[in-house]
């Protein structure tokens, strides 16, 4: 596969892909190549070269690194990699991300599946996989890519930004791509859990009070103070800034700490559900 369908509609991609597919046209017929022998040269077919130069996909890297060497261009295509980097991820992704990145505590709720930035990429292919209407293969792959590169985040200095994610008992139970992703799933849990600006809880089954029957969400606070709020819903995802709404899930999301077992006790539940997946 040689690209990444594009997203028509969104503008901040357009205007990158225009100066891409303008760059990589003018390179290619100052090099005296049509389409069809270009994308023989390079190893893909004429109609993703066409697609590509019509802004309808977004190349590969190893696209643009086939095309700079092919066409001498110096390492001048191959710097278009930077350009993008960012924009063959879903729009919504990119804005998630940026608020993500822009964060200095996020607190996450999820009742359904394992919060995203905790996923492994097994699970997050199970997942994509299992969506109806369903992915193409490129589509999953796509989505896969995206939600691994938000999980950056984690990776950073602890201590610059504090994370806190409760996560229903359900969750570690739903064996979504089968028992060995979820056992690896768990661990993957664990291994988080002991991050130190991270606080993983898990609120149990078994508990009278849950105050997140209503879905998944997130509470993030910025650096300049501003807190937003990200609801998750099928088809009405969206990003909340008036304080009324971001105040009352800023409220629940400390109830449902205030619910959920101490980190340490999660950690040492996780360990349990993952015991039973051994047996």
């Not at 690896?184 to 009278?208: F, G, M």
């Not at 959920?260 to 999660?266: I, M, N, Q, W």
Request: charged share 30%; net charge negative; proline share 3%.
């Amino acid at each position: 596969m040689g690209g990444w369908q594009a997203d028509l509609d969104d503008e901040e991609a357009g205007a990158v892909m225009r100066t891409v597919v303008r760059q990589l046209k003018l390179w290619r017929e100052a090099a005296g190549f049509t389409q069809a022998e270009f994308g023989t040269a390079i190893g893909y077919g004429e109609e993703l070269v066409s697609s590509v130069e019509r802004g309808r996909r977004i190349p590969r890297p190893e696209y643009l690194d086939a095309a700079d060497e092919v066409l001498g261009a110096g390492g001048k295509i191959a710097a278009l990699k930077e350009d993008v980097a960012e924009i063959r991820y879903p729009k919504k992704v990119r804005d998630l991300k940026k608020l993500e990145a822009e964060a200095v505590e996020l607190g996450a709720y999820n009742n359904s599946v394992i919060q995203g930035l905790l996923q492994t990429e097994e699970y997050a292919r199970a997942l994509f996989n299992s969506r109806r209407p369903g992915f193409t293969e490129e589509e999953v792959e796509q989505q896969v890519a995206a939600r691994l590169a938000r999980q950056e985040i984690l990776d950073l200095v602890a201590g610059r930004r504090a994370f806190s994610f409760v996560q229903c008992e359900s969750t570690l139970r739903r064996p979504i791509g089968g028992k060995m992703v979820l056992r690896h799933q768990l661990e993957r849990l664990l291994e988080i859990a002991k991050l130190r600006n991270v606080d993983l809880q898990i609120l149990p089954l078994d508990r009278e009070e849950n105050s997140g029957t209503d879905g998944s969400f997130r509470v993030l606070t910025l650096k300049d103070g501003t807190t937003v709020a990200f609801s998750e819903a099928p088809l009405s995802s969206r990003v909340m800034t008036a304080p009324k709404e971001t105040t009352v899930l800023g409220m629940r999301y400390g109830v449902l700490r205030a619910q959920a077992l101490s980190p340490r006790d999660s950690s040492a539940f996780i360990e349990k559900v993952l015991g039973e997946t051994r047996t």
